[in-house]
């Protein structure tokens, strides 16, 4: 059978998303999460580093630290830009970042709008979660797409606030959290305020679909596996969704996948 050249076209583009994925934090697929609430509640929850009660303490705050926002507009510049030196920068590592992949990223991914950062607190001192709230341009569709992205960032010795994508497994090249990370990622994402936010995205995103055609067309081909709510914690990371962290815990985030 002959394929369209246009048919082609979304192909090569489909495949660029999921290998820069997790680079570029792609979070289409925002489950409503407000039917999960329950039966994750009735499930059995393994011990972690911080007790669901002292994560309801921490509230999720909105564009709370300068300094994070900072961080993160770094961020969507050096993706936007394709710029790997800023965000060899961001990642606080000297690693190889694929130009070409963060390069096909940007033509795709033509600008980020409306950013807002929620945060809750990390695992170790003067670190967060952050939740990366913004609208998508995508390349020929002029409707922008509302996402949500979760990243972890702490500070490094020298001060600087960084994002961390977990530690590197040599035997992968993958990025990966460890047990009590992932564990926490976990809790988040049954956490009353985050599930709001997330429903919140997710209804945005409807909305936005269904008042564009080429949009709706373009998320629902981004729904399969590889590419459902992938986290945030680098390149070679798109094997993980936030499904995978509320069974086999995974970035982010984000996190959700569409219905």
């Known amino acids: 059978m ?38 994750q509640a009735d499930q059995p929850s393994e011990s972690v580093v911080i007790s669901e009660d002292e994560i309801s303490k921490d509230h999720l705050l909105k564009d709370k630290y300068p300094e994070v926002n900072l961080l993160i507009k770094k961020y969507r510049d050096a993706l936007t830009n394709g710029d790997v030196n800023s965000l060899k ?3 606080n590592t000297e690693d190889t970042i694929s130009s070409d992949v963060l390069s096909s990223t940007s033509e795709v991914i033509e600008g980020y709008s409306n950013t807002t950062c929620y ?30 992205t979760m990243v972890y ?8 606030l960084y994002i961390y ?19 926490y990622i976990q809790q988040l994402y049954s956490d009353e ?15 936005a679909c269904a008042k564009d055609e080429a949009l709706k067309n373009f998320v629902n081909g981004l729904s399969t596996p590889e590419t459902e709510s992938l986290p945030e914690t680098g390149e070679s990371q798109t094997e993980t969704s936030t499904d995978q962290t ?13 219905e």
């Open 2 to 39: 002959k394929t369209s050249p246009g048919k082609t076209v979304l192909i090569v583009i489909l495949s660029i998303i999921v290998i820069a994925a997790g680079i570029a934090g792609i979070i289409f697929s925002v489950k409503d999460k407000s039917k999960e609430t329950k039966a």
């Open 89 to 91: 920068e961001v990642y």
């Open 193 to 207: 305020e985050v599930v709001e936010l997330m429903t919140t995205v997710y209804h945005e995103k409807e909305e």
């Open 246 to 258: 509320e069974s086999q815990p995974e970035e982010t985030a984000e996190t959700m996948a569409a």
């Open 153 to 160: 960032v702490k500070t490094s010795p020298e001060g600087a």
């Open 165 to 183: 994508r977990g530690e590197k497994n040599p035997s992968t090249g993958a990025y990966e959290y460890d047990t009590a990370t992932l564990q």
């Open 119 to 148: 945060t809750k607190r990390g695992l170790e001192e003067n670190s967060y979660f952050v939740f990366i709230y913004d609208h998508l341009k995508i390349h020929d569709i002029s409707t922008t797409v509302p996402n949500l």
